[in-house]
């Protein structure tokens, strides 16, 4: 039958309407409409030399799981690969701004013309099946990579990593970054069954990368009994640094005096460290040079995550989203050096954790702006506002005076509040969802330039309060 969806955003608000649940976990109804497109992706799990032109000629898969770090660990995946001058694929989400973020090509953004021919093949080989939306566009994204002649295919889990889509598709390398507590009502109530369903990417016989450093014992017991093999921080990888330049070491190869990687912030490191002991672990396939790393890790980029844009005042984003998160963004900011005052435009999922990713960033903020954001799911901004106020109240160290708070429509406007009540020396971080952060995004990337500056307004004008 012949499409009645001629552009993108036909396709994306049918596949909006084809299944009455936003997240349903679970890989029967992907598998089984993946199955009848007939498209293969990645190394068949089977053994011998019959099997070793199929190994050959199919790409090297890489499967990422965590609950934070999963995109960073793709970027960095990517960049290195690519600057060792291998062809690479990656599929992530959620974006910004833009689907077609969701998909990169050698670096570069896939195009509506290059997603709707497989949107249309999912469509037409789904029959009845009544996929959710992250179920239709993952297979549709599959398709594409499966067929663009590929060396390395880099997938990123959307949610936990057992019954997420993605892991229709047999990884030759898992990876699991960071495990914490997010997406509880799915993954369960610790951070033992939360891993243990990150695990699930796991392959026997194949090379399972773990990047956080107090792994649970759900995911070793797991890699055991599968018979994966198992590369754990500071047993089979691990890396030390100084303020100048850090070195890593795995089974068999080690790196020293590398210059730190672009991606800015505290955990990156760790990240960096299951990214090189993913390629060390499938080097026989993807041989990577010295430089290339180094290349690799120097020149990567990843919007969103702890982004500093230059300016006046420095502008901040990052699309932290739960506690484990926002710990480590407060760290990240305590890092940076004196600003006289930290401005904060904060919009959440409601069912986020939010007093928990407020807890360690409260002591360092002076204004919070709390704006509502574009989707059923995220809490309003009065909601965001009281709970700022009512944790403001609760006792605790009088280490600074209470910061302001104030409500608006959207993550733009309350930037631009944010930026008339700053000087040009202060900062303004964005956070708390991928929205937030995209709603700030979706006209380019701000360049801010304090009102108040020199010359901007009379000396004795009124400032704009937050």
């Known amino acids: 039958m012949t499409s009645r969806h001629a552009t993108l955003a036909d396709w994306l608000a049918h596949c909006e309407r084809l299944h009455t649940a936003q997240i349903e976990l679970g890989l029967e109804r992907g598998a089984s409409v993946w199955q009848r497109m007939g498209i293969t992706l990645g190394t068949p799990l089977v053994d011998g030399a019959a099997a070793q032109e199929v190994v050959d000629s199919a790409p090297v898969v890489f499967t990422v799981a965590g609950t934070n770090g999963k995109g960073s660990t793709?970027?960095?995946?990517?960049?290195?690969?690519?600057?060792?001058?291998?062809?690479?694929?990656?599929?992530?989400?959620?974006?910004?701004?833009?689907?077609?973020?969701?998909?990169?090509?050698?670096?570069?953004?896939?195009?509506?013309?290059?997603?709707?021919?497989?949107?249309?093949?999912?469509?037409?080989?789904?029959?009845?099946?009544?996929?959710?939306?992250?179920?239709?566009?993952?297979?549709?994204?599959?398709?594409?990579?499966?067929?663009?002649?590929?060396?390395?295919?880099?997938?990123?889990?959307?949610?936990?990593?057992?019954?997420?889509?993605?892991?229709?598709?047999?990884?030759?390398?898992?990876?699991?970054?960071?495990?914490?507590?997010?997406?509880?009502?799915?993954?369960?109530?610790?951070?033992?069954?939360?891993?243990?369903?990150?695990?699930?990417?796991?392959?026997?016989?194949?090379?399972a990368v773990v990047s956080d450093p107090k792994v649970p014992d759900s995911v070793v017991a797991h890699a055991e009994s599968l018979g994966a093999d198992l590369w754990l921080f500071g047993r089979d990888h691990n890396y030390a640094g100084d303020r100048q330049q850090w070195s890593w070491g795995g089974r068999s190869k080690r790196f020293n005096g590398m210059a730190y990687p672009s991606l800015r912030g505290a955990n990156q490191l760790l990240n960096a460290s299951g990214v090189l002991a993913a390629l060390e672990a499938v080097r026989n396939r993807l041989p990577v040079p010295a430089q290339a790393v180094r290349t690799g890790l120097a020149t990567v980029e990843l919007p969103g995550r702890f982004q500093i844009v230059p300016g006046q005042p420095t502008l901040i984003l990052d699309v932290a989203h739960n506690p484990h998160a926002a710990a480590t963004l407060a760290v990240n900011l305590d890092q940076m050096g004196f600003f006289p005052r930290t401005h904060v435009v904060w919009g959440a999922m409601a069912d986020k954790d939010m007093a928990g990713m407020l807890d360690k960033l409260l002591p360092l903020v002076d204004t919070w702006h709390c704006c509502d954001l574009p989707t059923p799911r995220a809490a309003s901004s009065q909601q965001l506002a009281d709970l700022v106020r009512a944790l403001q109240a609760q006792p605790g160290p009088a280490t600074r005076p209470k910061a302001t708070v104030s409500t608006h429509p959207d993550p733009m406007a309350a930037l631009h509040a944010a930026l008339a009540g700053a000087d040009p020396a202060d900062r303004i971080l964005v956070f708390g969802s991928f929205f937030t952060v995209g709603g700030v995004l979706h006209e380019g990337l701000p360049r801010l330039n304090a009102p108040h500056m020199p010359g901007n307004v009379p000396p004795n004008a009124p400032r704009a309060e937050a």
Do not use: W
């Open 74 to 207: 793709c970027a960095m995946l990517e960049s290195i690969l690519m600057s060792a001058g291998y062809r690479t694929g990656v599929y992530g989400s959620p974006h910004l701004v833009h689907f077609e973020e969701r998909c990169r090509i050698n670096g570069a953004l896939v195009t509506e013309a290059d997603l709707l021919p497989h949107f249309e093949a999912v469509e037409q080989a789904r029959g009845d099946t009544p996929l959710t939306y992250f179920e239709f566009t993952t297979l549709a994204i599959l398709r594409l990579l499966a067929q663009a002649g590929l060396d390395a295919v880099i997938l990123e889990v959307g949610l936990g990593g057992r019954l997420d889509t993605v892991n229709i598709i047999d990884a030759d390398c898992a990876v699991i970054t960071s495990i914490d507590l997010d997406h509880m009502e799915f993954l369960g109530p610790d951070r033992e069954a939360i891993g243990r369903e990150k695990a699930g990417i796991m392959r026997a016989g194949r090379p």
